[in-house]
């Protein structure tokens, strides 16, 4: 049996990086300030209850039978094993979980297309770098008119990869954001878990909403 658990997440401040100041400022405006910090903390909290749960669920699976996809990582070996310790040590709960796997022994398979993450980013970058709100706008539409095309295709990719690699025996775990639709991509003998553990009202609303602020 194939299996996969599949965890729809939402980052925390650490994995956003330069775009989780404009994100807290654009929730805060929307939500409030004190409901989106409330927001926030309980996203981190999440987190901690995912940790948990794949601790309970991977008990009794051998390591070296586990592997790792993860949202927006095109690289693997030393490369990604750097990227993951670096993430891991600047406060992502998401890496951190993921390096705890892979001391143990999982291993991190490619997941993403490289091409396509780098169009996405460098179209998010515009919205995040526009110093007035006429290039915020002009920069946020240019980025919604291929968004839906650009997921697609990166959900198509990410099913294939896990189609392709994992193997009878094996327990996948993927960490992957709410607007993603990747388990309906993917092959009838790959037994899906969906870990659902982001549960306060904000988190709930963007989980359902994927793509709003």
Known sequence: MKRLLYIPMLHNQTDLGSLGGRLSI?????????????????????????????????????????????????????????????????????????????????????????????????????????????????????????AQELLNDRDTHIANQINATLANGETGIAFFGAAHAITGKLNKDIKVTVIQMFTDDISRFLLNNPGQA
């Open 26 to 146: 654009e929730g805060g405006k929307k939500y409030g300030i004190s409901n989106w910090q409330e927001h926030v903390e309980q996203v981190d909290k999440s987190w901690h209850r995912i940790d948990a749960e794949i601790s309970r669920l991977i008990r009794r699976i051998s390591p070296g039978k586990i592997k790792i996809y993860q949202d927006g990582l095109p690289a693997v070996d030393e490369v990604g094993r750097k990227i993951v310790q670096e993430a891991a040590k600047s406060g992502s709960i998401n890496y951190r979980i993921i390096d705890d796997l892979m001391v143990r022994g999982a291993k991190l398979e490619i997941a993403e297309n490289k091409e396509l993450l780098l169009r996405e980013y460098f179209l998010l970058t515009d919205i995040a770098k526009a110093e007035t709100p006429e290039d915020a706008l002009k920069a946020y539409q240019d980025y919604q008119k291929v």
